[in-house]
């Protein structure tokens, strides 16, 4: 939080008592300002409530209010300039704390490394100030400081999340990745070190089993972000590290049981990085922010081969490319590229950039007129339909002093309106670089889990109350199978506590898509009306969270249709699917096209408008006949392939089947859109 404190404050004399090493020890205070000569006490084991990475010592504080009110914690003091401190706030007893606030980063003073957060607290609540040792050990004063009392909402049933915090056992020196490993779309946990995963899949009826899998060296390991997802379509999802000063990308074999690591010689300095197929040829391609210089991609040859690239999606020269995220914020059924931009002192470098996918392999940078060229510095968005329109809306983060999130809804038009004043976000007082969007009480809008632990809940009419009792920024799965999305922060898992909403989660397969089905649009229609999500690997600023399509319905007891419709073009329906469960779809799978006859040939662009390529995968024989079909079953057109090129401008927009017949009789289909 960045906001300057009130001058008396500065008139405080610093009290040289000596912090405790441990809960149980805490020293007593109540407002004033405290000396810590050193951090020398017990590490500290009850998660992390800001930013990330555990830390060797800790000293405890322990201050109980009087009366209800409004406190700020902070080190952001003259005497303190130059230092680098991080804090933690738990509520609770020693053995069953859970975190009520914290920082790291957010002092306005010196190189901005200082810390401070205001929250409110309840009367005869004993709250736990932590300092630990991530970045400083000795010698800096902070700041208790009682202030105006601004009570929370009234809890109201559903709208309020609460977890409950549970150690695991994870190794690796990233721990930051929930997503299914082994193939059963429940999602599992990865500990990722240079030689081997520690991976704990979990089990169907409950908790998890460990296991260490081996990998060759990764010259580059997640320092930055990490994602997932089946490059070479074996049924095994694959990981991209982001360095850094490189790129890794971590390959499953074909049972799952091991890896291969793959790092490019390119100097990188990665940001968030996404797997997306960018040029919708049914193969999954990779998107890299790039902080200093033009962004980077890897193109999927069809082969499980990365071919690397550099511009045309985000080319500003000095980089400040942070919070790569691929939307479909036109609906045009296309994958267009956000990006939150950051570089102090340079307002061009720091100018969010909105790309739109021209369908042909290129994009377009309409920041500007979209109303989304936002000059604050961001590190991450949180996108998704917050009214239940059909159309992506978006809340732009904050992670600097001197800037606000940015909520702003989706016109329709391909503009975006500020709605932020009354919603809430113009009062959060919290930055940082985690923002992402998702379902946390299953009421059927979608929340967003911002900076330090903080959920703010969507009240369905463009406001959001904040909730309190949330855990700290981490990877977002469903980690006990109950539908209800739990967070997983270094080794503790939050789990959702949930409460008596309906759900429904969708798993896809995708056959003429990328297995994961990454890019395809989810909508789920019932008495709510519809609601949608994007496939996609990559959200937020680091963490790589579930590839599943989580809905909650709130108190609806029937779901009337889903539909997915898929990058390539195919739709598929299913009617009234059971609440509470978990649906998987296979593509085509409602339209009678069978996997085996889909895996025979791509067909890309997928929607097209002129002329589209036909790849061919496991072809024995020469294609002597190609047809088109109306969703009728009308022939027409019978079509010439020219260099496996085929001209479709001659017909109608729609839905269209091609079957090619080879030398040896068989024939073959594929499902297309001429748009």
């Known amino acids: 939080m960045k906001k300057k404190l009130p001058l008396i404050i500065l008139a405080f004399s610093a009290f040289f008592a000596q912090a405790q090493d441990n809960c149980q020890s805490a020293l007593t ?23 990330n990475g555990t830390a060797p010592n800790s000293e405890w504080y322990k201050y109980t209010p009087t009366t209800s009110t409004s406190v700020t914690v902070t080190t952001d003091l003259l005497v303190n300039i130059g230092g680098d401190t991080r804090f933690h706030i738990y509520r609770g007893t020693c053995g069953a704390l859970t975190c009520a606030g914290g920082d790291d980063d957010s002092g306005n003073l010196g190189n901005g490394y200082l810390s401070a957060h205001t929250f409110n607290v309840t009367a005869g609540t004993t709250y736990y100030i ?4 991530k970045w400083q050990s000795t010698g800096f004063d902070f700041v208790l400081a009682e202030g105006p009392y601004t009570p929370e909402q009234p809890e109201v049933p559903g709208q309020i999340v609460r977890f409950n915090a549970q150690s695991i056992t994870l190794i690796g020196s990233y721990k930051n990745c929930v997503v299914d490993m082994n193939g059963d779309y429940l999602d599992d946990i990865v500990g990722i070190s240079s030689t081997n995963l520690n991976i704990l899949y979990q089990n169907a009826a409950g908790g998890f089993t460990s296991a260490t899998v081996p990998t060759t060296n990764a010259t580059f390991m997640p320092s930055w972000s990490v994602t997932a997802g ?18 890794t990308f971590l390959k499953a074999n074909s049972t799952g049981t091991a890896y291969t690591a793959i790092s490019g010689p390119q100097s990188i300095f990665s940001q968030r990085s996404n797997f997306v197929d960018i040029n919708n040829d049914g193969h999954l391609d990779a998107f890299v922010c790039h902080d200093v210089n033009p962004n980077v991609y890897y193109l999927n040859d069809g082969n499980g081969n990365l071919i690397f690239h550099q511009g045309g999606m985000g080319d500003y020269p000095n980089g400040g490319n942070y ?95 500020n709605v932020t004043a009354g919603s809430g976000f113009d009062t959060y007082n919290n930055m940082g670089r985690e923002y992402i969007a998702r379902d946390f009480n299953n009421d059927g809008f979608i929340d967003v889990y911002g900076p330090g632990g903080i959920i703010m809940i969507n009240n369905g009419d463009w406001t959001f109350t904040k909730s309190g009792g949330a855990p700290p920024n981490g990877s977002i799965g469903d980690l006990n199978n109950d539908g209800f999305l739990d967070v997983q922060s270094e080794n503790t898992i939050y789990l959702n506590q949930g409460n008596d ?21 989810v909508e789920l229609y ?32 029937a779901i009337e249709k889903v539909i997915i419709k898929w990058p390539s073009g195919l739709i598929d329906v299913i009617s009234n699917p059971t609440k509470n469960s978990r649906l998987l779809v296979t593509e085509g799978s409602t339209l009678g096209v069978t996997e085996a006859s889909s895996a025979m040939f791509v067909i890309y662009p997928n929607p097209a408008s002129n002329q589209i390529r036909i790849q061919l995968n496991e072809m024995k024989y020469d294609i002597t006949d190609a047809k088109i079909y109306d969703y009728n079953g009308r022939m027409v057109s019978d079509v010439k392939i020219k260099d496996n090129t085929i001209d479709i401008q001659s017909l109608s927009v729609g839905n269209y089947m091609m079957v090619l017949q080879n030398s040896n009789g068989e024939k073959f289909s594929q499902k297309f859109v001429k748009k």
């Open 29 to 51: 205070i109540t407002a004033g300002r405290y000396r810590v000569d050193q951090i020398n006490g017990s590490a500290n084991t009850y998660g992390i409530c800001a930013g």
């Open 323 to 417: 919070g790569s995220i691929f939307v479909d914020y036109d609906n045009d059924g296309d994958q267009d590229l956000f990006i939150a931009k950051c570089r102090g002192g340079n307002p061009a470098a720091s100018t969010d950039e909105l790309h739109r996918n021209n369908g042909n392999g290129t994009f377009t940078n309409v920041a500007a007129e979209a109303g989304l060229a936002d000059p604050d510095q961001s590190w991450s968005s949180a996108f998704g339909d917050f009214d239940n329109d059909g159309y992506m809306d978006v809340l732009i983060g904050s992670n600097a002093g001197g800037t606000a999130q940015k909520l702003m809804r989706n016109n329709k038009n391909g503009t975006f309106t």
């Open 501 to 521: 909403n309906n759900w429904i989660t969708i798993n896809l397969k995708g056959v003429q898509s990328n297995g994961n089905g990454i890019g395809a649009r």
């Open 230 to 247: 089946d490059f070479d379509k074996n049924g095994y999802n694959d990981l991209l590290f982001g360095a850094g000063n490189g790129v």
């Open 130 to 133: 932590v300092f630990d040792n």
């Open 526 to 557: 019932g008495e709510w009306g519809k609601q949608i999500r994007d496939v996609r690997s990559g959200e937020g600023f680091e963490f790589a969270n579930t590839l599943n399509t989580h809905f909650g319905i709130g108190t609806a007891t």
